[in-house]
């Protein structure tokens, strides 16, 4: 679910990729004036590795990487998790302690990797519980666009801080953020509110026609100097835009990154002829990130495949707004990689487990058969490493194989909706919710901790975005 695009002139590739001398007066160009100050906006909170880290006597670690355990997911029982300068060195029962290896104590506990949202937008945290009776375009019309442009950089900032931070005490070490914010103040309070929460993201921003030269600008000056951050650039394809979606394609390659695209969320979308338009431009390929994809025909569903795109579910925003059901056995049985999403501000909240419990929920409904595609392990699996597989980044994320990241989740069943035990793997997916997730490392660093967020007063993040929210309704 994605902001209404406005549709504009379409720029020349030679205008999206103006130079850095160019893109540096964007702000005056756009009449930004001001800059975000530290006082309300304070910097990116760096991000060391968490040196040696030994998680020791684990219950049960779910590897995504059966050459490491049992079955697909690769179960080990008993078991411990070396990290070193946040790389996953080994699993194994009774690993040896390295000398200065701090011990985390994980008996009785459930490892898994850390959970990947292939689709979000945090600003819309804004807007929680916001058009309960709207589908995708009343929310359009009643929510996105009257607060999109309201937002200051500390407001934007409170926001995004607010929603990314209930992202990673929710198992989340990963996500991909799909963006339609165009002066540069607001880009800027964006990346850094993400940066500062320390979860490895991906910026996904949208550039129209007036604001394309920000887009070497945002990734050079903003995203790669991030060790966590990335940059993909976003599209919302249509005909009526298709020259504008060429732009956005030809930019992706210049850059080296995946064009992100919403696809058919809507039947009324299918007049858009976004495969079409895709297939037109050059873009079908594994550098396209198609989000939705609900309304797809057969022959769509079969070109994504041929062409290996790779695809974003996300079943609970779906839902909400009466948006349909993904066709996911098929895109299964023809092999499209799909991870799940959240959706910002039609999921509500960043709970994973409840996404995936919808995403079973739903094909089951769909099917009238408990028996269809994705069963437990398979959701599970798109949440990790099918995840990362889609993003083009499994050899770094989604599975706890030694040499890769140390990004991962640490769960406790000893609690009320949790326990007795009977079937952890299913009861990860039916009974977690949040307050589930003891611990959360992103590249071996602990965000969360003992239950609790590290380093950061919760209260007043709240306070922070209520605070925003109320001076934002006060301008409207």
Not at 158 to 180: E, I, K, M, P
Request: glycine share 10%.
């Amino acid at each position: 679910m994605q902001s209404t695009p406005t549709p504009l002139a379409s720029p020349s590739r030679r205008d999206l990729l103006t130079g850095l001398g160019l893109a540096a007066a964007a702000p005056l160009l756009l009449g930004v004036t001001d800059r975000p100050t530290a006082p309300s906006l304070p910097s990116a909170r760096p991000a060391p590795h968490g040196g040696t880290i030994l998680l020791r006597g684990a219950a049960l670690v779910l590897t995504m990487d059966p050459a490491l355990g049992s079955g697909p997911l690769g179960a080990v029982e008993d078991a411990d998790v070396l990290m070193r300068n946040g790389v996953i060195v080994a699993v194994g029962t009774a690993l040896r302690r390295p000398p200065g290896a701090r011990v985390v104590d994980a008996s009785g506990k459930l490892i898994v990797p850390g959970f990947v949202d292939t689709h979000t937008h945090l600003w819309q945290a804004v807007i929680r519980g916001g058009c309960t009776d709207r589908d995708l375009f009343g929310w359009f019309a009643g929510c996105t666009d009257p607060q999109r442009a309201r937002l200051t950089p500390a407001a934007l900032h409170s926001f995004v801080r607010l929603a990314a931070l209930d992202a990673v005490q929710s198992g989340v070490t990963t996500l991909v953020d799909w963006v339609d914010i165009f002066a540069y103040d607001l880009i800027e309070s964006y990346v850094r509110a993400l940066a500062g929460t320390g979860v490895r993201f991906t910026y996904a921003m949208f550039p129209p026609g007036p604001d394309a030269t920000l887009v070497t600008k945002v990734k050079r000056e903003l995203l790669d100097p991030v060790p966590l951050g990335s940059f993909q650039v976003a599209t919302h394809a249509a005909r009526a835009v298709q020259d504008l979606n060429r732009a956005h394609w030809e930019a992706a390659q210049d850059l080296g990154v995946m064009l992100n695209s919403h696809v058919l969320e809507r039947p009324e979308q299918r007049a858009d002829d976004p495969i079409g338009v895709l297939g037109d431009i050059g873009a079908l390929g594994p550098r396209l990130l198609i989000n939705h994809a609900v309304h797809l025909t057969d022959a769509e569903i079969s070109a994504v495949a041929e062409h290996d795109v790779r695809a974003a579910h996300c079943p609970l925003s779906n839902m909400r707004l009466g948006s349909g059901i993904m066709r996911l056995s098929e895109f299964r049985r023809r092999g499209v990689k799909v991870g799940l999403g959240l959706d910002g501000g039609t999921n509500d909240s960043s709970d994973f487990h409840a996404l995936m419990k919808t995403a079973i929920g739903l094909q089951r409904a769909r099917a009238t058969d408990a028996g269809v595609f994705p069963q437990v392990e398979d959701v599970l699996r798109m949440a990790t490493l099918g995840g990362a597989e889609a993003l083009g980044i499994a050899d770094r994320v989604g599975s706890l194989t030694p040499g890769k990241r140390a990004d991962l989740v640490i769960i406790d069943p000893a609690a009320l909706n949790f326990a007795p035990r009977f079937d952890w793997v299913g009861q990860i997916v039916f009974n977690g919710r949040p307050e589930n997730v003891d611990a959360v490392f992103v590249d071996g660093r602990a965000l969360k901790l003992g239950g609790r967020l590290v380093d950061i007063d919760t209260a007043r993040v709240v306070r922070e975005a209520e605070a925003a929210a109320t001076r934002l309704r006060a301008a409207g």
